[in-house]
T-cell receptor, first 113, second 115 residues
Framework: GNSVTQMEGPVTLSEEAFLTINCTYTATGYPSLFWYVQYPGEGLQLLLK?????DKGSNKGFEATYRKETTSFHLEKGSVQVSDSAVYFCALTPNTGGFKTIFGAGTRLFVKA | EAGVVQSPRYKIIEKKQPVAFWCNPI?????LYWYLQNLGQGPELLIR????????DSQLPKDRFSAERLKGVDSTLKIQPAELGDSAVYLC?????????????FGPGTRLTVL
């Protein structure tokens, strides 16, 4: 079946450091891929998405590229801020068989000033 | 524009008691989802509605959980009776349809504690 695996946290970085959160997936066909972010006390919100191979999603300085050959969708940011501290979820929605979205377990990011 | 509204935000009950959660989706969103989120885990789908119809309830434990979306707008999720293992966050989300690339909009969740 479909699945998403993302790196375990917590990840602790200093402000202005480079961020990578790894995400790999298993799915048939060509799913859409998402990164959602959950700030403390809030619901999940979409950070970025990509709907086909080689697409790059980007938002708020974050980027992720849909890599079909490595079944990956790693999240990157060149310079993190304290305000980026949150939990990040990688997710996929298949393009066949009912469109059930599968989420990874989440990666908690702490950014220190 | 108002987001997805859920109530209550927190609920503490004793085991074997019933509990209900309410969700009002974003206006115009025909697809509504209920997810379960255990501590340290990602959301897991319980049920998805397209308008009034439950189109995916395969993960809903039907012996104790029930849900309804009578007029295709707001929805209620019920647990009766609650068990200790039901302690979790219950998330509601909505979208314009469930196609593969569609963004889901989440409410803040209801944190349930069963004692």
């Amino acid at each position: 079946g479909n699945s998403v695996t993302q790196m375990e946290g917590p990840v602790t970085l200093s402000e202005e450091a480079f961020l990578t959160i790894n995400c790999t997936y298993t799915a048939t066909g060509y799913p859409s891929l998402f990164w959602y972010v959950q700030y403390p006390g809030e619901g999940l919100q979409l950070l970025l998405k990509a709907t086909k191979a080689d697409d790059k999603g980007s938002n708020k300085g974050f980027e992720a590229t849909y890599r079909k050959e490595t079944t990956s969708f790693h999240l990157e940011k060149g310079s993190v801020q304290v305000s980026d501290s949150a939990v990040y979820f990688c997710a996929l929605t298949p393009n066949t068989g009912g469109f059930k979205t599968i989420f990874g377990a989440g990666t908690r990011l702490f950014v220190k000033a | 524009e108002a987001g997805v509204v859920q109530s209550p935000r927190y609920k503490i009950i004793e085991k074997k008691q019933p509990v209900a959660f309410w969700c009002n989706p974003i206006s115009g969103h025909n697809t509504l989802y209920w997810y379960l989120q255990n501590l340290g885990q990602g959301p897991e789908l319980l049920i998805r509605y397209e308008n009034e119809e439950a189109v995916d309830d395969s993960q809903l434990p039907k012996d104790r959980f029930s849900a309804e979306r009578l007029k295709g707008v707001d929805s209620t999720l019920k647990i009766q009776p609650a068990e200790l293992g039901d302690s979790a966050v219950y998330l509601c989300a909505s979208s314009f349809g469930a196609q593969t690339g569609n963004e889901q909009f989440f409410g803040p969740g209801t944190r349930l504690t069963v004692l």
